[in-house]
């Protein structure tokens, strides 16, 4: 199944979100199970929060992934939704 994350920061956030993001980057690559992913951008183009989706077996699986997240530990985000995703154009 696919479920899509949709993090977004505390305010005033970016330097949380500068110092983990190796970590993040690392954990998305070990863990194998992200499809895509990216910032959300503020219209300034500023970096405000993360979209993330991912192909496992659970909804337990993808709340699992999230609170693993280096990001979600580093306490970078003041919410997150979880919720399955269907696939349709692209």
């Not at 500068?18 to 992913?37: K, Q």
């Amino acid at each position: 199944m696919r479920v899509a994350l949709f993090c977004y920061d505390k305010p005033d956030a970016l330097q949380v979100r500068l110092d983990n993001r190796t970590a993040h980057l690392a954990y998305i690559e070990d863990t194998g199970v992200v499809e895509m992913a990216g910032p959300l951008l503020t219209p300034e183009g500023a970096m405000c929060g993360s979209l993330v989706v991912l192909s496992v077996e659970s909804l337990a699986q993808a709340q699992e992934w999230a609170a693993k997240d280096p990001y979600a530990k580093a306490g970078l985000f003041a919410s997150v939704a979880i919720s399955e995703w269907k696939k349709v154009v692209g």
